[in-house]
């Protein structure tokens, strides 16, 4: 049995297929196939307020793309979902119908509130020590998304815009890094021992290449160490030199931004890793639909 998950997003839409695995009670999913493309939505939605004829005519290829390979597959369920670049979008609702109508995939614009919501469907609850506080922290292109975690329950959860595509694009507003500030000021700051919680592509690269092992937290030192490496590369030595593909080369650095900006404010001494974002969340939404509570195996 197989599930789906496209997740649209502001710098790479992705498509995850799913193996799904039954032992008795237990069902759990393996990842079959992740298909990533980095087609950078945010970049005309941030500052156009509009994706371009070009653009809207790439995604509307990939998802059809995306469609066969879930024909070929044997796909038995699946979910679409798209964020902020597509909410800010004045032709966002256009290309959903679009979408329907060329490629036969229903997909949905979301909010923040629901991606977060999405993104916790991962179980990331289960990884947790219920003792400890924990604030998580979902950096994307062009939405972040801070919740708190105490004794193993959601308490709070916001989402802000910024992210990494955003800021490149210089459509990060002052007034919504204060709100983010004292949103954290408010919320996490009397939370005692707080530790993070880091999903999103650039913070599993930050911790490879920090060199943290599986399953060890990322410490705020090493962090704001792999910023200062990277910030003294240019863009071309990011990509020749360290290695880092061209679309990922220039937004972890205001990622980096980002999670230090978040990890100092709130008190966060180190930020664990668990690999985990939309797709996933996706997926095990659509177990619990399905056959009930999942997780990734």
């Given amino acids: 049995m197989r599930y789906a998950a496209i997740d649209i997003g502001s710098n790479a839409i992705r498509l995850l297929i799913a193996t799904v695995l039954k032992d008795k009670e237990q069902v759990s999913f393996k990842k079959t196939t992740l298909i990533r493309v980095p087609l950078?939505?945010?970049?005309?939605?941030?500052?156009?307020?509009?994706?371009?004829?070009?653009?809207?005519?790439?995604?509307?290829?990939?998802?059809?793309?995306?469609?066969?390979?879930?024909?070929v597959y044997k796909v038995e369920d699946y979910m679409a979902c798209a964020t902020s670049a597509l909410r800010e979008a004045s032709n966002g609702a256009d290309l959903v119908?679009?979408?329907?109508?060329?490629?036969?995939?229903?997909?949905?614009?979301v909010g923040g509130q629901r991606e977060a919501n999405i993104i916790y469907s991962s179980h990331i609850d289960q990884t947790l020590d219920k003792h400890k506080n924990y604030l998580y922290i979902d950096v994307g292109g062009g939405s972040t998304e801070l919740s708190i975690f105490s004794e193993g329950k959601p308490l709070a959860s916001k989402s802000f815009n910024l992210g990494t595509i955003r800021i490149l694009d210089q459509q990060d507003k002052p007034e919504t890094w204060d709100d983010m500030s004292n949103w954290i000021a408010k919320e996490a700051k009397h939370l005692k021992n707080l530790e993070g919680i880091g999903t999103g592509g650039n913070i599993n690269k930050l911790a490879r290449l920090a060199g943290t092992k599986e399953e060890k937290p990322l410490s705020f030192a090493k962090l704001q160490a792999q910023y200062k490496y990277l910030n003294a590369h240019s863009l071309k030595e990011r990509i020749y030199k360290i290695g880092l593909n061209a679309d990922r080369a220039d937004v972890i650095i205001p990622a980096c931004q980002i999670f230090l900006t978040v990890m100092k404010q709130a008190g966060i001494k180190q930020v664990h890793v668990p690999k985990v974002g939309m797709v996933d969340g996706i997926i095990n939404l659509l177990i619990e639909k399905n056959l009930g509570r999942g997780k990734e195996y």
């Fill in 97 to 109: 119908a679009r979408i329907k109508k060329e490629a036969a995939i229903d997909l949905e614009i």
């Fill in 40 to 71: 950078r939505l945010g970049d005309n939605a941030f500052l156009d307020k509009k994706i371009s004829d070009k653009k809207a005519d790439d995604l509307v290829k990939a998802m059809s793309a995306f469609k066969q390979l879930m024909e």
